[in-house]
């Protein structure tokens, strides 16, 4: 093997470390699986691609060839965009250069939520590019979604000629006004020298601040001739191993030692540190509830796991939440959906605004959690709690047999509650899940049993409808190996369905799971709970599996419940993108014990 030659380099997407092939004289792919990154301890399923083997060249010295090597050499493998007119330029480079990929879509919402699905799915950055006016204006939603998940984005869009910006020029709006409400940077390419240092400082401020970072390219400047060198990601960008100091661990440890029945709430924030978690967990014998963004970090059937806590959560944890002396809240931002109660608290999270948001904190611990709970670990102390145990394993015995009550398997319409119970028996263990937003994502948050080696993705605090189909083409375009499963619902679906054709397009065999009732559900039993009559919130019906086929995929009907664990077993055999229409009852049957 010739060292001199190789120069991938790898980065931690919990502390920004970079693994360098080239001075550590060792392929990342020859590391041991249980390799962990020496500053956070991360797992090497946390880190991703920066640089390809043979380095970085830009095809010509464009701008335009510049700005798309520069963006390269800091891992950004995707481009999701429709071409058009004042980006033209930029999109032949994206032609031109072989190292990065331009997927085209059918609508530019979609690129933006594919966009801010890979940042949820990877902890990296990804890009999304439209042409001026209605393409910029398009991606709102999907970076909006970005904005609120902390999800970093970037956002390239065309503009018109810079003579011409401010003369009322075809497509010309102020995009600098429209993108400044949801960004963390904001600029216009103006200068070619200018080219590497804003591409740089976008990712920059997309990655560090967790959000959208915006770069108007006037369409004359793309092809202008850039002398600039490309920018390096590493040493150009500091390592996040930051934690508290010892004197504040040590005293949250010891609140945890003298606490009588903890609960550890794990919200998004702990995903990086599944099994701190449970370490934690199992060393105080203290019960994990979850987030809903939280799910999957940890397997359900885990006996300390006691499901979601909120609006779609278990019994088992409000009873445990409720009775509990001390809550040990990591990385949740106190989402009114999760409703945490104001207890004694120790809460840990990566931003400092988070801790003591909604009520005073009695340890407020800044950092990754995968750096700050090893830490405490070494301060609690073991503990043993049989009748703790007891309690827990009797309340979470309670509410598995009532969703087991719920999921009739033989009413028709189909009970979403039987569809969920099934998924969770068929789907693999390491599928990644999309959902939309509605009663699919209701159900699947309150009832579906995930196991930490699972990953679902869906749009948290914006609740924005149509996510789930371009979540799930993103997360099969990056792990074309694993099983991608997207519960959606017809309105969320029919919001977004042009883009089933892109699953076509590039060979993405995601399944569709489309809970058709016919109805915006979850409206209509709002409209019920309030009192208002029940009005405009039944839904057109349409044949969906007919849609697919006429894509070109495979539709599958399923409106017989006896017959639904075979149609189910014969869509994730196919190697194509599927689409599964299920006739589901829009009524919600909830049982009580
Ligand atoms: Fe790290």
């Avoid at 991606?139 to 503009?159: E, N």
């Avoid at 959560?313 to 009873?319: D, K, L, N, P, R």
């Amino acid at each position: 093997m010739k060292f001199g030659v190789l120069m991938a380099e790898y980065r931690c997407t919990v502390c920004n470390y970079v693994y360098s092939e080239k001075e550590e004289k060792k392929r990342f792919s020859e590391l041991p699986d249980d390799w962990r990154c020496p500053v956070c301890n991360a797992p090497k399923s946390l880190f991703v691609k920066l640089t390809p083997e043979k380095g970085v060249k830009p095809v010509s010295n464009t701008v335009a060839d510049v700005f798309i090597a520069q963006m390269i050499e800091w891992g950004v493998k995707y481009v999701f965009g429709i071409p058009g007119t004042s980006a033209l330029g930029l999109v032949d480079a994206l032609r031109k250069n072989k190292d990065i990929r331009y997927i085209q879509v059918r609508h530019e919402q979609t690129a933006a939520f594919m966009a801010s699905a890979y940042a949820k799915l990877t902890g990296h950055i990804a890009a999304c590019l439209t042409v001026a006016g209605p393409g910029a204006t398009n991606l709102a939603t999907g970076l909006y979604d970005a904005k609120l998940d902390r999800a970093p984005v970037l956002a390239i869009t065309g503009q018109v000629e810079r003579n011409r910006i401010g003369t009322g020029a075809s497509q010309e709006i102020d995009q600098h006004a429209f993108f400044e409400p949801f960004s963390v940077f904001n600029m216009t390419l103006i200068s070619p020298d200018q080219t590497t240092n804003l591409v740089t400082s976008a990712i920059k401020h997309a990655l560090l601040l967790g959000g959208v970072a915006h770069i108007d390219v006037p369409r004359d400047m793309q092809s202008l001739e850039c002398k600039e060198k490309i920018k390096p990601f590493k040493d150009n960008i500091p390592n996040r191993s930051i934690t508290t100091d010892e004197k504040h661990l040590k005293r949250a440890a010891e609140i945890i030692n003298t606490s009588k029945k903890p609960v550890i709430i794990a919200g998004f924030g702990s995903l990086e540190a599944k099994e701190q978690v449970v370490r934690l967990a199992e060393k105080i014998d203290a019960p994990i509830v979850t987030t809903f963004r939280g799910k999957g970090v940890v397997d359900e059937n885990h006996p300390l796991y006691m499901g979601s806590h909120g609006t779609i959560g278990s019994t088992a944890a409000a009873e445990l939440v409720r009775d509990s002396d001390l809550l040990i809240v990591i990385g949740s931002s106190f989402s009114d959906l999760t409703q945490i109660p104001q207890k004694r608290m120790i809460q840990i999270d990566i931003d400092p605004m988070m801790i003591a948001r909604r009520y005073p904190v009695e340890s407020g611990i800044i950092g990754r959690s995968a750096i700050v709970i090893p830490k405490i670990l070494k301060f609690v102390d073991k503990k043993e709690r049989k009748d703790y145990r007891k309690k827990m394993s009797e309340l979470k015995s309670r509410w598995l047999k009532l969703l087991e009550a719920e999921a009739d398997p033989i009413s028709t319409p189909i009970r979403p509650q039987y569809i969920i119970s099934v998924l969770n028996r068929k789907l693999d263990d390491d599928a990644i899940i999309t959902l939309d937003v509605g009663e699919n994502g209701w159900w699947f948050g309150r009832n579906f049993q995930m196991k930490s080696t699972q990953r679902v993705l869906f749009s948290g605090y914006l609740g924005s409808m149509g996510f789930g189909l371009p979540a799930a083409l993103v997360a099969q375009l990056e792990y074309p190996e694993r099983q991608v499963a997207c519960i959606t619902g017809d309105g969320g679906f029919s919001m977004v369905m042009g883009d089933f054709l892109t699953a076509i397009k590039y060979d993405l065999p995601i399944k569709v799971f489309l809970f058709n009732n016919k109805n915006l559900a979850m409206i209509m039993q709002e409209q019920k709970v309030e009192n208002y009559p029940i009005w405009q919130t039944e839904l057109q019906d349409c044949d969906f599996a007919g849609f697919a086929e006429n894509c070109g995929g495979i539709g599958i009907k399923a409106d017989d419940p006896r017959e639904l664990e075979k149609v189910v077993d014969e869509a994730l055999k196919f190697d194509k993108p599927v689409l599964v229409d299920i006739d589901t009852d829009p009524r919600r049957f909830i049982a009580t014990d």
